[in-house]
């Protein structure tokens, strides 16, 4: 089976940087996907890992690490519109997403 | 162009009404698939459609039938809900294959009086 693990809920201040983690056993491995999802709206692409290291993407960065099966998210320069439910996801079997609960991030002034 | 459409936005419907959902893209994607969220829970799949045939149906009631008329279109038929089937209803697209990126739709919020 799959099993993605993140914690629920994190405050942090604008213009701060915080750090959402992410650790998964799957049967297989076929990348990991980060989406952000603000209240009633879809899920967005964020990044997907595949190798192990940091992908940066702007504000964004992406980690993976294969080996310890751990990922995480590095929001830098938070902005209030980063106030969002993160989203871990990893891909098995054909056309499936296992989700982790996601991780609300709120961002205070 | 990395955009899902889907109508209507907001749906209000009583348990003996029949009403579909309807979700379009035109990506040539051929994955497309029909997802239900509840509040604070992450999206749960319903279905899958590759090629237009219909792929997975993970246990979903057959008050929900779906439908794929051809490949950049997708239906979801509802008739005779319950309360508890109140949700949103995301489609998703990607490429067909394992690790490919699902791009979502903005969602239908449903209310089933």
């Known amino acids: 089976g799959q099993n993605i693990d993140q914690p629920t809920e994190m405050t942090a201040t604008e213009g701060a940087i915080v750090q959402i983690n992410c650790t998964y056993q799957?049967?297989?491995?076929?990348?990991l996907f980060w989406y952000q999802q603000h209240a009633g709206e879809a899920p967005t692409f964020l990044s997907y890992?595949?190798?192990?290291g940091l992908e940066e993407k702007g504000r964004f960065s992406s980690f993976l690490s294969r080996s310890k099966g751990y990922s995480y998210l590095l929001l830098k320069e938070l902005q209030m519109k980063d106030s969002a439910s993160y989203l871990c996801?990893?891909?098995?079997?054909?056309?499936?997403?296992?989700f982790g609960k996601g991780n609300q991030v709120v961002v205070i002034p | 162009d990395t955009e899902v459409t889907q109508t209507p936005k907001h749906l209000v419907m009583g348990m003996t009404n029949k009403k579909s959902l309807k979700c379009e893209q035109h990506?040539?994607?051929?994955?497309m698939y029909w997802y239900k969220q509840k509040a604070k829970k992450p999206p749960e799949l319903m279905f899958v459609?590759?090629?237009?045939?219909?792929?997975i149906n993970e246990s979903v009631p057959s008050r929900f039938s779906p439908e794929c008329p051809n490949s950049s279109l997708l239906n979801l038929h509802l008739h005779a809900l319950q309360p508890e089937d109140s949700a949103l209803y995301l489609c998703?697209?990607?490429?067909?294959?394992?690790?490919?990126?699902?791009?979502f739709g903005p969602g239908t919020r449903l209310l089933v009086l």
């Open positions: 998703a697209s990607s490429q067909e294959g394992v690790g490919e990126t699902q791009y």
């Open positions: 890992n595949v190798l192990d």
């Open positions: 459609y590759s090629y237009e045939k219909l792929s």
């Open positions: 996801a990893a891909p098995y079997g054909n056309n499936r997403l296992a």
């Open positions: 990506m040539g994607h051929r994955a």
């Open positions: 799957t049967s297989g491995f076929n990348g």
